[in-house]
């Protein structure tokens, strides 16, 4: 018996009586942390890993078990990540290298991780040849774009023409502006409309499409908001942050049920 007699904590709630719950597999959902560099406070310089409490919660709710998987650098160590996962969940955060997809960096471009950069992508490519589903929600749908060979605009806020405020300033569930969802297309299908409202928070996008994807959502002004794979596996990249949205727009937590649902069935047994 696993809890034996431990009826300590708080609640107590949380602790299966014995035999229920034994032998629950739920799709195991990997999402690479992110770094963070402290610039301030007690600890300058220290670098800590981290997932958005926002992505482990929505996996939760979406029926998956969300695991944070460190940044590895041994092809041996990425393979031993890959082998306990059902399927990925790249989250948001910092801008990727240029040089990742072949760029020099422009004055627009923030901070970047590029051993991050390097074991998202080394991932993606890897989930890929297994036939992991994977979901990239706004650095995420540009890791898999680049790792598919596709590039990025560094700065949304340098090119010419009218382009529209996605850095909002309102708060992070806040509807910030209108996507247009392609007819037929994964997003179309799965929230039954085909203009959707969306946060925005990000200064980079698609730039070229990677061969095989095709874009599923964008803004008013062009910008890419959403892609998927075109031969129905499941690789789904969208550049809002839907898991800063479920809590006050529930259709959202459906981009996470859509992730934890296209895990292979004979992958995950449920006792
Ligand atoms: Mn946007």
Redesign the pocket.
């Known amino acids: 018996m696993l809890w034996h007699g431990n009826r300590s904590c708080n609640s107590g709630w949380i602790y299966p009586s014995e035999g229920e719950g034994m032998g629950i597999r739920k799709p195991v959902i990997g999402i690479p942390v992110n770094v963070l560099v402290e610039k301030s406070g007690a600890f300058p310089g220290l670098e800590r890993a981290f997932v958005n409490q926002d992505y482990l919660k929505s996996v939760q709710r979406a029926g998956g078990m969300p695991v944070a998987l460190a940044i590895a650098t041994e092809g041996e160590d990425l393979l031993a990540q890959l082998s306990f996962l059902d399927g990925l969940l790249f989250q948001g955060g910092a801008d990727l290298s240029p040089l990742s997809y072949g760029e020099e960096p422009g004055r627009g471009l923030e901070d970047v991780y590029p051993d991050m950069d390097d074991h998202q992508i080394a991932l993606a490519r890897v989930a890929w040849e297994l036939g992991l589903p994977m979901l990239g929600i706004c650095r995420g749908m540009q890791v898999l774009n680049v790792a598919f060979g596709g590039t990025l605009h560094q700065d949304l806020g340098g090119l010419p023409g009218d382009i ?1 405020q ?1 850095v909002q300033k309102s708060q992070r569930h806040a509807i910030s ?1 209108t996507v247009d969802l392609e007819e037929g297309g994964r997003l179309n299908q799965l929230f039954g409309r085909t203009t959707l409202g ?1 946060n ?1 928070f ?1 200064h980079q996008a698609v730039k070229d499409l990677a061969p095989g994807f095709r874009v599923n959502a964008r ?1 008013r002004d062009g ?1 890419i ?1 959403g892609f998927e794979r075109i031969d129905h596996s499941f690789v789904l990249g969208v ?2 942050h839907p898991e800063a949205m479920v809590e006050k727009h529930p259709p959202m937590l459906g981009l996470f049920r859509e992730l934890v649902d296209a895990c292979q069935p004979e992958r995950v047994k449920t006792a």
């Open positions: 529209l996605h502006h969306t925005s990000h803004a910008v908001e550049q809002w």
